[in-house]
């Protein structure tokens, strides 16, 4: 996988205030800020470097207020790291192409894998399916 690497005026440039503060600099979003996410097929992707990371297929409502997979499309394009902030031992999940931080993965999901991969909305765009 070629890595996708730019200086922290390039990201600024590229991305939404909330989107740089979220991806940049592991932030997050207010739950239930996006009640319009698509719903129809199709697949989710970085918003930093476009790199495919979740199908609507493994989207389910988790009642948390931010969308929920419960699994990526490939678990090498989603990477995972040890996040102790805020005094809580949660582990973070970050896009591997352009290290931009996604959210966190929780082991209350449903089947098949038991996984909640609780997204920041403002992270990933949608491409519908033809």
């Known amino acids: ?3 996708v690497v730019k200086s922290d005026a390039e990201w600024r440039a590229q991305l939404s205030d909330l989107a740089y503060k979220v991806t940049r600099k592991h932030g997050t979003e207010r739950a239930g800020t996006h009640d319009n996410f698509p719903k129809e097929a199709g697949t989710f992707m970085c918003v930093c470097c476009g ?4 199908e609507s297929s493994t989207k389910f409502e988790s009642g948390t207020g931010w969308p929920s997979f419960y699994a990526p499309i490939d678990p ?5 790291t040890e996040d102790r902030r805020f005094f809580m031992r949660r582990t973070e999940v970050h896009c591997n192409r352009c290290e931009a931080h996604l959210g966190h993965v929780f082991p209350d999901g449903p089947a098949p894998t038991g996984l909640r991969y609780c997204i920041n909305g403002v992270a990933l765009t949608f491409e519908p399916e033809d």
């Open 1 to 3: 996988m070629e890595k």
């Open 51 to 54: 790199a495919p990371v979740f």
């Open 76 to 80: 090498e394009m989603v990477g995972e």
